[in-house]
């Protein structure tokens, strides 16, 4: 277990939006606080990696991630054509895949984008597509607006702030990708996008963490889920 005496770092916004992610009747309490007060700590200095990028450098790391997500895409579902992939619209830095999006839908990919609807709920899937327009969700982050199709995701993109070699990701700590995940069913196909230089020993995975399929880096695929 990490060392106390190092959570001296104040709560991100997401994590405030959901004072109660912890369930005390799962874990042991202390030691849910303990990781929380962990995680605010390390996702501080994983966004300020992150932010330190220089321009060129993102760029670069979007475009190889993007080339890595076709890959992947054309391996396991031969290119995903028919089916609903969920992006995600990047913010605070996240990689940029905005241009892979219009490309896969030009290929037949039935695009959306992730919606808080109600706060601490699962979220919804809304579809998108170039020149939709576009209004200011949770966190002021753009998403398609309600009179957009909704959708069920085949396959889910989930942006990491972080990620371990067993598939778990260190979001913002909301718990809104867990929540949703674990009443959609069937579960979609989840693929982490993130850097190479976010990959942590391991985020201390608490009950209520969910591993993703895949883990997916400018480097290539970091971690992938044995088939059942």
């Known amino acids: 277990m990490p060392d106390p005496d190092r959570y001296?770092?104040?709560?991100?916004?997401?994590?405030e939006i959901a004072p109660?992610?912890?369930?005390?009747?799962?874990?042991?309490?202390?030691q849910a606080r303990d990781v929380a007060r962990w995680r605010r700590a390390e996702?501080?200095?994983l966004r300020a990696e992150r932010d330190a990028l220089s321009v060129v450098d993102r760029q670069a790391a979007g475009?190889?991630?993007?080339q890595q997500l076709r890959q992947v895409l054309s391996d396991r579902f031969d290119g995903?054509?028919?089916?609903v992939l969920s992006a995600y619209w990047p913010i605070k830095g996240e990689p940029d895949l905005r241009g892979l999006m219009a490309e896969l839908?030009?290929?037949?990919?039935?695009?959306?984008?992730?919606?808080?609807e109600v706060r601490a709920s699962p979220l919804v899937f809304r579809r998108w597509h170039p020149g939709l327009h576009m209004i200011r969700g949770h966190w002021n982050i753009p998403v398609p607006p309600p009179e957009a199709d909704r959708l069920a995701p085949d396959v889910a993109l989930a942006p990491v702030v972080g990620w371990d070699s067993a598939g778990f990701r260190l979001g913002y700590g909301g718990g809104y990708f867990d929540r949703t995940l674990a009443t959609l069913a069937p579960r979609p196909f989840t693929i982490g996008i993130g850097l190479q230089a976010a990959q942590?020993?391991?985020?201390?995975?608490?009950?209520?963490?969910i591993?993703?399929?895949?883990?997916?880096?400018?480097?290539?695929?970091q971690f992938q889920r044995e088939d059942p």
């Open 43 to 45: 996702r501080i200095r």
């Open 8 to 15: 001296a770092s104040p709560p991100c916004l997401a994590a």
């Open 80 to 83: 995903a054509a028919g089916m």
């Open 105 to 116: 839908l030009e290929a037949g990919v039935i695009i959306a984008l992730p919606v808080v």
């Open 63 to 66: 475009a190889a991630l993007a």
């Open 200 to 209: 942590m020993s391991t985020i201390f995975p608490q009950p209520h963490d």
């Open 20 to 30: 109660d992610y912890f369930d005390p009747l799962t874990t042991d309490p202390e």
């Open 211 to 221: 591993p993703l399929d895949v883990i997916l880096t400018e480097a290539g695929v």
